[in-house]
């Protein structure tokens, strides 16, 4: 368990209002993730965090940002929800140094945006 | 563009039947190979991890991989399924050390019938 937790688990929203997801980790890694699950598609990246102030976009970006004002905290905003946004999301982290950085996921977030 | 490609999409089993999953990925450097399994309604977990060194890498729950450089392949294999193995199974590649991103294949779901 790499100390990982998601909230809300699970949410349910209207077309158009904003949504913000938060990822918290307590070991304090480096690189943390956001990926979206969907059906056929695996996980895909969302958006990326090498460091505080520190982000990156990933494959899927569109429609979503990101802020990371602090190491343990990572927030995953929708400005304004669309349906193509129902989906499973997921945060991860990386530890980090070494070489063998390996990804650890947390419990997920389901959304359903109607 | 990397990509990680896993050609079967759903396999079914019986129970001690011999487990072959295949994953290859596109990237001509150096990599860093993962299998993660997620159980219904769960959330991905680290079957095995592949950085340099035997190619053949063994993980938990009686799982082992093969690290085949000229055929650019990370297949993923268990000598007897057992009916809790139900699950989908997920590669991953982290292509060299200049990159903090996993590159995920699509998946495999594997039913295993009791």
């Known amino acids: 368990d790499a100390g990982i937790t998601q909230s809300p688990r699970h949410k349910v929203t209207e077309t158009g209002t904003p949504v913000t997801l938060r990822c918290h980790q307590t070991?304090?890694?480096?690189?943390m993730y956001w990926y979206r699950q969907d059906p056929g598609h695996g996980l895909r990246l969302i958006h990326y965090s090498y460091g505080v102030k520190d982000t990156d976009k990933g494959e899927v970006s569109d429609g979503y940002s990101v802020s990371r004002s602090k190491t343990e905290d990572f927030l995953l905003t929708l400005e304004s929800a669309t349906s193509s946004q129902t989906s499973v999301y997921f945060c991860a982290i990386s530890e980090s140094g070494g070489g063998q950085e390996t990804q650890y996921f947390g419990p997920g977030t389901r959304l359903l945006v109607l | 563009a990397q990509s990680v490609s896993q050609h079967n999409h759903h396999v079914i089993l019986s129970e001690a039947a011999s487990l072959e999953l295949g994953c290859n990925y596109s990237?001509?450097?150096?990599?860093?190979l993962f299998w993660y399994v997620q159980y219904p309604g769960q959330h991905l977990q680290l079957l095995l991890k592949?950085?340099?060194?035997?190619?053949l890498v063994k993980g938990i729950k009686g799982f082992e991989a093969e690290f085949i450089k000229s055929k650019f392949s990370f297949n993923l294999r268990k000598p007897s399924v057992q009916w809790s193995d139900t699950a989908e199974y997920f590669c991953a590649v982290k292509a060299g050390s200049g990159t903090y991103k996993y590159i995920f294949g699509t998946g495999t779901r594997l039913k295993v019938l009791a």
């Open positions: 990237y001509g450097g150096t990599v860093n």
């Open positions: 592949y950085f340099s060194g035997d190619p």
């Open positions: 070991e304090n890694h480096r690189y």
